[in-house]
């Protein structure tokens, strides 16, 4: 038993790094390269066997992919404040704030799952008519939604969970967990659409069951846990200090993601405007895109809870230790993936639709979404890195500066004087340059390991 917990719950508050850096991004990005994959099934199983129009079916679901992005982003990077309160209680050896910051995320994530969904339903239509999408893909965009925000509860409470593990060091149950009901969520695509002859109901249907069963998964083992992230039904409420705590660091930098997903909405009503074989591309390419992204991402994420339990013990210069590993690993492994999905891409593209038009439009937002990679990978690290010692407001801002406001000034200057594919895909390595050069120079001015070298105190 001994053995097992030091497996799956790594120390990084001693020893080598290099190598637990890894053991933490590598189950990291697999979680979510499996997810994504899972999720692209949807994509492929009514592009590939829905009985009516295969690209406005494939489009409807790619048409809710940067407002259902928005949201969880924005939770999500809640969760991510969660792993950080966490992580830092976890390496001052608190166990009291540890379990208050456990039972209080898990009722915030339910609570904030039905708040989304209720909100979320009255805003569906609206928001669909705001993104421009096209009358024969409309219908089936509305249905995919409103059954998707069903599943906001469960959905949000998989991805707190997920950030419980994670902020211990234990990146492999979640994707465990993920892994089990990614295999059922493909199952009952293949049945909704196949045999009961459903079309984008039936992958959102199947999404909801898949995400109940992974956090009721995830909420089993943190109630068996052994661990100091072990949960008590009885202590389920929120500990309003701590949540606030919580929020001082989450919000912030679910802002900062969820204004990629904001831009994304942007970005993506000019993409429809273009009609739905370009539209069909897009939500193909990135449904390929992505995993390099989650590879990327991956290394953020170990910065974080590394950093931020290390600041917990006062251990600074392995926080910065942290950093630069993270960059020298980040580098490596993006790069080998970006290389490998270029040289498949058209490839992986035509799983999804095979139109020769769909193809090549996506293969075109492939490569250039892929040279902005670079600076995305410095801008994630450096973010993280300051979030890490509960710096989390100046990167949100900074963020949609460089991202949201240059995104929007594109699309609404640029692109009216040349209304093409590659004009709308060329600000992505425009905007993620300008916010990495932001964030550097924040980092510089801020310099948190020479200012929190003597201190040890809680995010």
């Known amino acids: 038993m001994e053995k097992s917990k030091r497996d799956k719950a790594l120390n990084m508050l001693s020893g080598s790094m290099?190598?637990?850096?890894?053991?933490?991004?590598?189950?990291?990005?697999?979680?979510?390269?499996?997810?994504?994959?899972?999720?692209?099934?949807?994509v492929a199983i009514v592009g590939n066997f829905a009985s009516t129009d295969k690209v406005a079916a494939v489009a409807a679901v790619g048409a809710n992919g940067p407002v259902i992005g928005l949201v969880l982003n924005l939770f999500i990077g809640i969760a991510l404040g969660a792993n950080v309160v966490i992580a830092n209680a976890i390496g001052r050896g608190d166990r009291e704030t540890v379990s208050k910051a456990v039972h209080t995320s898990i009722v915030a994530s339910v609570v904030g799952g039905f708040i989304v969904m209720l909100i979320g339903q009255a805003l569906a239509k609206p928001v669909l008519l705001m993104l421009n999408v096209p009358d024969e893909v409309f219908p089936l965009a509305m249905k995919y939604m409103r059954i998707y925000l069903v599943g906001m509860p469960v959905i949000l409470l998989y991805n707190f969970e997920s950030a419980i593990f994670r902020s211990a060091g234990d990146t492999k149950t979640?994707?465990?967990?993920?892994?089990?009901?990614?295999?059922?969520?493909?199952?009952?695509?293949?049945?909704?659409?196949?045999?009961?002859d459903m079309t984008v109901d039936g992958v959102a249907v199947a999404t909801v069951i898949a995400n109940a069963v992974s956090a009721a998964i995830l909420g089993a083992k943190l109630i068996k846990s052994e661990l100091s992230i072990c949960v008590e039904l009885k202590?389920?409420?929120?500990?309003?200090?701590?949540?606030?705590?919580?929020?001082k660091i989450g919000l912030p930098a679910?802002?900062?993601?969820?204004?990629?997903?904001?831009?994304?909405?942007?970005?993506?009503?000019?993409?429809?405007?273009?009609?739905?074989?370009?539209?069909?591309?897009?939500?193909?390419?990135?449904?390929?895109?992505?995993?390099?992204?989650?590879?990327?991402?991956?290394?953020g994420q170990a910065c974080t809870t590394f950093v931020s339990q290390n600041y917990g013990a006062a251990q600074i210069d392995r926080c910065r230790k942290?950093?630069?590993?993270?960059?020298?690993?980040?580098?490596?492994?993006t790069g080998v993936t970006v290389f490998a999905m270029l040289l498949a891409g058209r490839f992986l593209i035509s799983l999804f639709n095979n139109d020769p038009e769909v193809i090549e439009i996506g293969f075109t937002r492939l490569k250039i979404v892929y040279t902005s990679y670079v600076f995305s990978l410095l801008y994630e690290l450096m973010s993280s890195?300051?979030?890490?010692?509960?710096?989390?407001?100046?990167?949100?801002i900074l963020t949609m500066l460089g991202v949201c406001g240059i995104r929007i000034t594109w699309i609404y200057a640029v692109f009216p004087m040349s209304r093409t594919f590659a004009t709308i895909m060329t600000v992505y390595p425009i905007s993620l340059a300008a916010t990495a050069i932001f964030i550097f120079a924040a980092l510089l001015i801020y310099r948190p390991a020479k200012r929190y070298e003597h201190v040890k105190v809680e995010p």
């Open 18 to 42: 290099w190598d637990k850096i890894l053991r933490y991004a590598l189950p990291v990005a697999a979680t979510g390269i499996l997810g994504q994959l899972f999720n692209a099934s949807d």
């Open 235 to 247: 202590l389920l409420r929120v500990d309003w200090k701590i949540l606030l705590r919580i929020l």
């Open 322 to 333: 942290t950093l630069k590993l993270c960059i020298i690993e980040d580098v490596i492994a």
């Open 174 to 196: 979640p994707l465990l967990a993920l892994a089990i009901s990614g295999v059922l969520n493909v199952i009952l695509n293949i049945f909704f659409v196949t045999v009961l």
């Open 254 to 299: 679910g802002i900062q993601s969820a204004v990629f997903s904001l831009s994304n909405i942007i970005i993506s009503s000019a993409i429809n405007s273009l009609g739905k074989v370009t539209m069909a591309a897009s939500s193909a390419a990135f449904n390929v895109e992505i995993v390099a992204y989650y590879i990327l991402n991956s290394f």
């Open 385 to 396: 890195y300051m979030r890490g010692y509960g710096i989390s407001l100046v990167p949100a």
